[in-house]
């Protein structure tokens, strides 16, 4: 199949409402004929699903926490990019667009990031009217911060919970729905595969994670807003339940995956205490506003302090080097996030690594508190401090942060149109499950954007032009397509659960995990990469012959949701593999050892590796189809990167 | 350390539940809570015996998922904090930690730790919501808010609905979490228009679900994870008394 973008004509400021007006319509009266699915209930699925009910669509939506506002969306912290100009800064939708598609390393699609900078103004006008309560000036105003990538204030915030409060507005908005009966909401229900009847989406199959009923599910659309995957590294920042199992089965049946290897690796959070660690805490990324990173300058020093033989405040000024600083002097400590992550990475490698495992750097706030004073410090940071402190039982007051890179975000997933439609017609994929927007490296800020601009601003739009196209014609789940692919879906668990083996499931993912990170993390290369395909076929060979999945189908049953998410983690982990193999240069995030300037920055090569990489499943075991979609840029120059 | 668990196992709702003892060995004091039952979790399961069931996600205190009741308090002993944000080193080496779900009669046990609160979505389907519709709102910037009524009313939308205050409650009282909700709004301009008429359908609906009387006692400030006043329920008080004063107005 080839790939069609759907890219309107016309200047860019142009396409969208150019486009808007040629959409076709639901006439009014005709609109509760149709009933449209939403999986996922964070900023993206949430925004969706209420949007579409008030416009007098049924709505159908699905998560698999016990309530829509535990999505994952929640626990985002730093705030919300908008083009406002509020501050009188130079700000502009241009200005937005030009960053965030240069943050991408050029590697995303202009119509797209346009349309994104364009809506964002909307964005945070709708939430304010639902009452989600920004930070003030003392004039009533809202205020904005800077965030990485940025010359100007854009970004709006909610003390450290810009998600959570984000995410109960759009929560607020489902809430009044579900009251209205427009949309019907089922908690703790996970959906395990979509129906597709002649090429198109028609339903999904759910399990219900009380009773372990499999239930099938018919609409006239599905929107996937199923969040990331960056779990598949199994540790992450994001949350316990996170996962890929929606975006993949949509996969399996015929919807391409654009861009898989493309991870956000975020600079600060607080490294790995030991095997039992189960997940990773971020540490703000305003934190590098004025915290000094550093590692002891000799291997010496390092491992001393790692023995305790001396202690981190013994060392002098000259037996500190302060890496970041010292290499680039422009942008110091606050390089975008991929080149902070690489150069930490680095010291780790080179043996100067800090506290007791010595995978970890410093991040100090000792100048910061003697030029500012401890009050002006804590009023800025103090629940970050108090976080920390919580967690490790280190006063960062008194001595420096430990901190150390983790998995953060995934730009990658599934390939969608400009009306976000997947390769599958009637599937759309809207938030972090797509690969739209963010390129091979997102900004700070701008998830949040982009899940909101596509559940509020531009579904509601592009699924009605194809629910007017295929007509209100009933749907239900009584053809055969869906009690076949309800069989596909008992017949799996039927397998998982007879899995009587003798290690757990966490136990692979962890190795899973482990191979991801050593391989497929930070810096990448093809040896690595072919060793690490050859590590996965293995580990799922292994998983699929020796885990343990206790208890029934019949009941609530944790290790059985839990093995379902890793066997398909064990599946995409080697498709994010091919893709890295297959991405001779580095760019963003995805950084090829191969691919490197003399002084040993990321090279991108434009000239071979301009386009969206789109893989098409061809059966289990079977080498995935690489469809190309050249990236066309007509506003923006092209230009290598540099911070030095 | 060392550690013995007695948690509350249950199968079903309709199950009658017991606490079982686990031992809990080589307990890292940097693990948190949820760490070592995953620990403890991991060698039921390698006896092909089913793990404790326990709900959680974020696991940094903000979604508001996980929910245990630890040695009589809900999310154990320190203040301010989620369970998941609670670390071992909190407890002695050979501890006895009894392990409880929620107890409220509007919160039914599922399996295990895991309860249904469901009924807290129905209170916010009743009114926890500001009518209006994507789109066609005015400019952000057209509704200033003095900076004190922002902060009021944020402290009052940091509540992460997770049913501490119930559980913490001896009449199993929903009045804080509902009065966060009413609190928020009823402060910012923009909640005005329906400020009476919500909070009326909130707490209708509250009593519907079966939760107890507030008789101040207290108990659910003291252990919200997230600190919430109870000054949100004297509030709320007032505008219910108001709304039902003058029905006809509003
Ligand atoms: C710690 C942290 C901090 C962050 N801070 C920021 C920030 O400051 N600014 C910013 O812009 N971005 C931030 N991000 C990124 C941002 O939060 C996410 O990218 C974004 O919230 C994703 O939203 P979403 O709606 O796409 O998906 P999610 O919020 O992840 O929601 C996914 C939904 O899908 C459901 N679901 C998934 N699979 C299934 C299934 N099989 N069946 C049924 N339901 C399913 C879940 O129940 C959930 O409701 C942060 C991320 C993390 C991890
Ligand atoms: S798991 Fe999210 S608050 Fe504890």
Partial sequence: MKLDSKIPEGPLAEKWPKHKFNLKLVNPANKRKYTVIVVGTGLAGASAAASLAELGYNVKSFCFQDSPRRAHSIAAQGGINAAKNYQNDGDSVYRLFYDTIKGGDYRAREANVYRLADVSVNIIDQCVAQGVPFAREYGGLLDNRSFGGAQVSRTFYARGQTGQQLLLGAYSALSRQIGLGTVKQYNRHEMMDIVTIDGEAKGIITRDLISGKIESHAGHAVLLCTGGYGNVFYLSTNAMGCNVTAAWKAHKRGAYFGNPCFTQIHPTCIPVSGDHQSKLTLMSESLRNDGRVWAPKTVELAQKLRKGEIKVTDLKESDRDYFLERKYPAFGNLVPRDVASRNAKEMVDEGRGVGASGVAVFLDFADAISRLGEDAVRAKYGNLFDMYYQITDEDPYKQPMRIYPAVHYTMGGLWVDYNLQTTVKGLYCLGEANFSDHGANRLGASALMQGLADGYFVIPYTVGDYLATIGPKPVDASHPAFAETKRQVEERIQKLLSLKGTRTVDDFHRDLGHIMWEYCGMARTEEGLIKAKGLIRELRENFWKDAIVPGGNNEMNQSLEKAARVADFLELGELMVDDALNRKESCGGHFRVESQTEEGEALRDDVNFSYVAAWEYRGDNMPEELHKEELVFENVKLTQRSYK | ?250
């Avoid at chain 2, 709900?55 to 040695?71: A, K, Q, T, V, W």
Wanted: net charge negative.
């Fill in chain 2, 1 to 250: 350390m060392n550690l013995t668990l007695k948690v509350w196992r249950q199968k079903n709702t309709e199950d009658k539940g017991k606490l079982v003892t686990y031992p809990a060995s080589d307990i890292s004091p940097d693990m948190s809570f949820l760490e070592m039952l995953d620990v403890v979790n991991e060698g039921l399961i390698k006896k092909n015996e089913d793990p404790i069931h326990f709900d959680h996600d974020c696991r940094e205190g903000i979604c508001g998922m996980c929910s245990l009741h630890i040695n009589g308090r809900p999310h154990g002993p320190k203040q301010g904090i989620t369970t998941c944000q609670l670390h071992m080193r909190s407890f002695k080496d050979g501890e006895t930690i009894v392990i409880e779900p929620w107890r409220a009669a509007a919160f039914p046990v599922i399996k295990d730790l895991a309860t249904n609160r469901e009924a807290f979505e129905r209170i916010q389907q009743a009114g926890g919501f500001i009518s209006v519709n994507t789109g066609g709102v005015p400019d952000a910037n057209e509704i200033p808010i003095p900076k004190v009524i922002a902060d009021e009313a944020f402290n009052s939308a940091t509540c992460i609905q997770c049913g501490a205050c119930v559980a913490a409650c001896k009449n199993a009282s929903a009045m804080l979490f509902v009065s966060a909700k009413v609190s928020q709004l009823a402060l910012l301009p923009q909640g005005q228009p329906e400020r009476y008429r919500r909070v009326q359908a909130m707490v209708a609906q509250m009593d519907a679900e079966g939760f107890g009387n507030c008789t101040n006692t207290g108990a659910c400030e003291a252990e919200c994870p997230k600190e919430i006043s109870i000054s949100n329920i004297a509030r709320m008080n007032r505008d219910y008394l108001n709304a039902k004063l003058f029905k006809d107005e509003y």
